[in-house]
């Protein structure tokens, strides 16, 4: 090399035009901090001088080592997006949380990995992750939770080698499909085709949703038994109505009696 050296001595407008250096810290998988001199870093051997006619009779030679330090490589883990239906366990990634957080070999991306290092593992934590975490409960915009990546597991050395940015993601909750059920109250013969209902629908724990509806009416006014009952207009109201969906059901159906007057 022509550069990456400096020079003392030299007499009778004598030049050296090039020398030899050498460092392992110059190979691409050398470590950082993994060199035999100060804080690990790599001995730069200098040898070799060419330059001026009788340089090396006319001159006592004396090299004198450099250090290379080896820097960490950039590196950024993006925890990926998900979604999961509310009361769900697992995610549309197929992530499982346990309190919140996932050891996970998926559900995220990475840039900045040279030599064949490889990242095995991470974890993965979102308060989106449990059960009972509301639609549109996060703080991230349109209510979303935070996925936040963190501790990296992979080849040796990654956490030296390497400085690791980790960059968040979202988890959506959405709504869960509510099944309605129905039962209809018997009745005596009026002459209407109104009917009275029950309605009900599998929610989860203590969440507060009412079904209510727009109308219920008997097949025909007609006495008879198991006859048809058609309740429309469904909605759903109450606190945690938000959590769940009537998936585009809009009516529902069951049978009672009207007795004979």
Do not use: C, E
Not at 228 to 244: D, E, K, M, P, Q
């Amino acid at each position: 090399t022509t550069s990456g050296y400096t020079v003392t001595g030299l007499a009778n407008g004598d030049l050296i035009y090039g020398l030899t250096l050498n460092s392992n810290g110059a190979l691409a998988a050398s470590a950082v901090g993994a060199g035999s001199g100060a804080s690990g870093r790599y001995t730069i051997t200098p040898s070799a001088a060419v330059g001026s006619p009788g340089l090396n009779t006319n001159y006592n030679l004396v090299y004198v080592d450099g250090l290379m330090t080896v820097t960490p490589a950039a590196l950024i883990i993006s925890a990926i997006n998900d979604s999961r239906v509310y009361g769900s366990s697992t995610t549309a990634l197929n992530q499982t949380y346990s309190s919140n957080a996932a050891s996970t070999s998926s559900g995220f991306s990475v840039q900045g990995l040279v030599n064949g290092d490889l990242i095995n593992t991470i974890t993965l934590t979102s308060q989106g992750a449990a059960t009972t975490a509301a639609v549109g409960g996060g703080s991230l915009s349109g209510g979303a939770y935070s996925i936040v990546p963190s501790a990296a597991l992979g080849s040796p050395g990654l956490g030296n080698n390497y400085a690791i940015t980790y960059l968040p993601g979202r988890m959506t909750v959405t709504p869960a499909t509510l099944v309605v059920s129905v039962l209809g109250s018997n009745k005596a013969y009026d002459g209407g085709t109104a009917a009275t209902v029950t309605l009900s629908g599998n929610t989860i724990g203590s969440d507060v949703v009412t079904i209510t509806n727009s109308g219920a009416v008997f097949s025909d006014k007609n006495a008879g038994s198991g006859k048809t009952v058609t309740v429309s207009g469904l909605s759903l109201s109450g606190s945690s109505a938000a959590n769940y969906t009537l998936g585009g059901v809009g009516s529902v159906t069951t049978t009672a009696d009207i007795t004979p007057a």
